[in-house]
């Protein structure tokens, strides 16, 4: 019987979507189902979906929107849609290593026999970088964008996410605490990733468990930190500018867990808003006393100005 339900979000990804097929079909761990949702597809996507489903009937189901309600409704309708113990998000255009579901499966079962149900737990891992032919970009995500995945903290989580949702498993218990994010969420990854921070546990897979695919059509980029993002970034906006939606977010995030939230955990959510009317001083007492700076030496300097 399944224990796990594998969550993928199409949108006219015919050009590697039975790819990514193939590679979830050909996982060591075979107890798992698949629920795609294809957002009114322009292409060809919906016949190769549904060519899928006729050749494995007892592995997929598949959920047809009648109007395009774009990458956040649709995942959210995946999430809400699904009754299972662990779940795993997917896009439609990666490549899955043969034993991502094995050794993710393996890592939160670990998590759950030490933590127990009751609580979120997420589980991610690195991941290879290709471009749209293939061709390997970095061995390890993780070393590109220089993140510390040793500082998996609310604090850390609210000014950058390190977590990849096309690489994470979670659980039931954080599922349920998922059933409506809000619009102003950066991504709904990047939302479960600051509930299981601060209510659960996360934990890292300290290998690539897949390659993912950067091309024009990613609704996530991934950039090296070097001198000449740091300079970008610096020209591009100033500070509010530059972290106007993770504020938004916060607030949100405030509102929607208010009850749920310790003191310590609501002083940081107020002072991480105040941030949008803060004067440079402010700023730089508050980003000092939760340690909000982002993990690159370079970025942090860059949260100054």
């Not at 070393?143 to 498993?169: A, D, H, M, P, R």
């Not at 991480?272 to 982002?294: C, E, G, P, T």
Request: hydrophobic share 40%; charged share 25%; glycine share 2%.
């Amino acid at each position: 019987m399944s224990e796990i339900t594998v969550l993928m979000g199409v949108y006219n990804g015919e050009k590697y979507l039975a790819q990514q097929l193939d590679s979830i079909l050909c996982q060591t761990y075979k107890e798992y189902d698949i629920v795609i949702s294809d957002d009114c597809s322009t292409d060809n996507s919906r016949n190769i979906i549904l060519q899928y489903k006729d050749k494995f009937q007892n592995k997929f189901l598949v959920l047809e929107n009648k109007a395009n309600i774009g990458v956040h409704n649709n995942f959210q309708q995946l999430i809400n849609s699904a009754d299972n113990r662990f779940y795993m998000f997917s896009d439609q255009d990666d490549i899955w290593l043969p034993e991502k579901i094995e050794v993710s499966y393996n890592k939160i079962l670990e998590l759950e026999k030490k933590y127990g149900d009751n609580i979120p737990l997420l589980v991610f891992s690195d991941k290879i970088l290709i471009d749209s032919n293939e061709n390997i970009i970095a061995e390890s995500s993780i070393e590109y964008e220089k993140y510390n995945v040793n500082q998996l903290t609310l604090n850390k989580l609210l000014i950058q996410n390190v977590v990849s949702g096309c690489t994470v498993i979670f659980n039931n218990a954080l599922k349920q605490l998922l059933a409506d994010i809000p619009k102003e969420a950066v991504m709904y990854d990047y939302w479960a990733a600051l509930t299981t921070a601060a209510f659960g546990k996360i934990e890292y897979i300290n290998i690539p468990l897949m390659k993912y695919r950067q091309h024009e059509n990613n609704v996530t980029k991934t950039e090296s930190i070097n001198l000449l993002y740091f300079i970008k970034k610096i020209k591009r906006q100033k500070f509010c500018k530059r972290y106007e939606r993770n504020i938004k977010q916060a607030e949100s995030f405030y509102k929607a867990y208010c009850e749920k939230l310790n003191d310590t955990q609501k002083k940081l959510l107020e002072d991480f808003i105040s941030l949008k009317s803060a004067s440079f001083m402010q700023r730089i007492k508050i980003l000092h006393k939760h340690d909000l700076y982002k993990q690159h030496f370079m970025q942090k300097i860059g949260m100054v100005f």
